[in-house]
């Protein structure tokens, strides 16, 4: 019996640590990323390296100004395509499909989620980047006659982003949608509200907080997004100015240029890492607290 | 009649918004499948390829995506079940918990450059693993682990407590419930966390692209670099080797995904027809 419980208390310990794994891998993560990456931020200084808009890696400039600003403007434009487009998804699936249409449009929806970043990318450059070049500009140069592109822009990257980010804003905001009581539309109906009215201004209002988490887990996934960005937006490290301009963003120059990269321009593609882990790291936790408010944990 | 105008309006947005997601989605997989599926041949999935990716097929790819996908998950189902376990039947909620808690949250958005370089830093420079497949799968097994625990704390809540009760009463142990009685009754929802997780691994290429080298050799040991297929696509369309290649093995990937989404599927509507 004594046995026994010895046992028992040791699975337990046990089970700790299986569940304490992931918090350690965290803290690895921080440490060895800023280990890793500090160096070089101080030594060319943080305000130079967080604020400098040249990155010239081979004329030792680090400012990473373009890259965030790369970052912000592919993921602004991917939330401004993704967040009306996913929340009338989650509407639609929520409150005005049959249940067995809305299986079939949410495993449409977790199949979007299931296609490699690659593969995206390699759509993106294949069939949006032409389109862009050769349908958008000729339209776009009517407004600016000098505008120029090769397609690789911000509006190639931004576009299928916002694709990539759509299954986490649908599932989460649906979920919100779904988990409003009952009540609240009988309520709504009852005092002559039609079906949209309810739905308009009772059940997204109720719902707002797990949208509001919805959309900021996409902006976090937009933002960490690698390979389809590094594919389509062009990488080039210079401040845009139009919508059709290219950009390299945070993600992208770390992927593309590590493989070359001597022991300087390394340590300074691991701060770049630092800046992409802190912004998500204060999304995420960001996204939980609104969550846990709603009283679900954030879920993907 | 403004009411009127409003519904109409509402709803036409709605549909299509919502059509034209569904519209994207059947375009991807169609283009790509059209485009790919000729070029998949035997001879495709069965030799090495020739002149990096131009000529041959995908072999050792297949292969070096199969290794790290079995190490990712063999590392990290254990871990990811027994952390679940832990949450779902152990823990009570305090301090420590609610941590540990957030902290697997935050290791669920972490994105994949973050761990490639983190996968560069520590297991292939400090712990000397160099490029190799033992190097991609760790990184790799901590970035499937959130999927992992999470779906299968959610089977574990399913069970009905008077499961357990009906267990312990009879004697067994808090460990034998769980072994005994709890898990058995999540296989499935334990399974389909799994399926999900090689969905991941099968699709992931940054954290790869830092950590497992790249070679197209067929690896032979843990400690070999290797390739997986959506690192192989992206290096054939960056370096603009060969269209045919990259969209048949696109089509490939697709494919997988397809399969490994409909079983998870399938598996959980069952497991929901069964409650």
Known sequence: ?300 | MNRKLGDISFYGIVLILSLATLAILIVIIAYVMRQGLPHISWEFLSQSPEHMGREGGILPIIVGTVFVTLLALAIATPIGVGAAVFFAEYSKEGRVVQVIRTFTEVLAGIPSIIFGLFGFAFFVVFMQMGWSILSGGLSLSLMILPTIIRSTEESLKTVPLSYREGSLSLGATKWETTVKVVLPCCRKGILTGLILGIGRAVGETAVLYLTIGGSIRIPTSLFDPARTMSMHMYMMTAEGISREKSFATAALLIVIILIVNSIANFISNRMKGAQ
Not at chain 1, 27 to 45: C, D, H, K, N
Not at chain 1, 73 to 90: E, H, K, R, S
Not at chain 1, 92 to 116: D, N, Q, T
Not at chain 1, 162 to 189: F, G, K
């Open chain 1, 1 to 300: 019996m004594r046995q026994n419980r010895f046992v028992e208390k040791s699975i337990e310990k046990l089970l700790f640590v299986a569940a304490a794994i992931a918090t350690i891998s965290v803290a690895l993560i921080t440490i060895f990323v800023f280990r890793s990456g500090l160096p070089a931020m101080s030594g060319y200084g943080f305000a130079n390296f967080l604020f400098g808009a040249d990155w010239s890696p081979g004329n030792g400039e680090y400012g990473i100004l373009a890259l965030t600003a790369g970052t912000l403007a592919v993921t602004f434009l991917a939330l401004l395509i993704g967040i009306p487009t996913g929340v009338c998804c989650a509407v639609f699936l929520a409150e005005i499909l049959p249940k067995r249409a809305a299986a079939v449009f949410k495993f449409a929806i977790e199949l979007l989620a299931g296609i490699p970043s690659v593969v995206y990318g390699f759509f993106g450059l294949i069939v949006i980047v032409p389109i862009i070049s050769e349908h958008v500009l000729p339209l776009w140069q009517r407004v600016n006659p000098d505008a120029q592109t090769t397609g690789l822009s911000i509006l190639a990257g931004g576009f299928i982003l916002a694709v990539m980010i759509l299954p986490t804003i649908v599932s989460i905001s649906e979920n919100a949608i779904s988990s409003v009581p009952q009540d609240y539309r009988e309520a709504s109906l009852a005092v002559g509200a039609n079906k949209r009215e309810t739905i308009v201004r009772v059940l997204i209002p109720a719902a707002k907080s797990g949208i509001l988490a919805s959309i900021i887990l996409g902006m976090g996934r937009a933002i960490g997004e690698t390979m389809a960005v590094m594919v389509l937006t062009g990488n080039v490290a210079m401040l845009p100015k139009g919508i059709l301009d290219p950009v390299a963003t945070l993600t992208g120059t770390i992927a593309m240029e590590m493989s070359y990269a001597g022991p300087t321009h390394q340590e300074a593609l691991f701060g770049v890492g630092i800046v992409l882990f802190v912004i998500i790291l204060i999304l995420n936790l960001a996204a939980q607290a609104i969550a846990r408010k709603m009283g679900a944990v954030g879920r993907e």
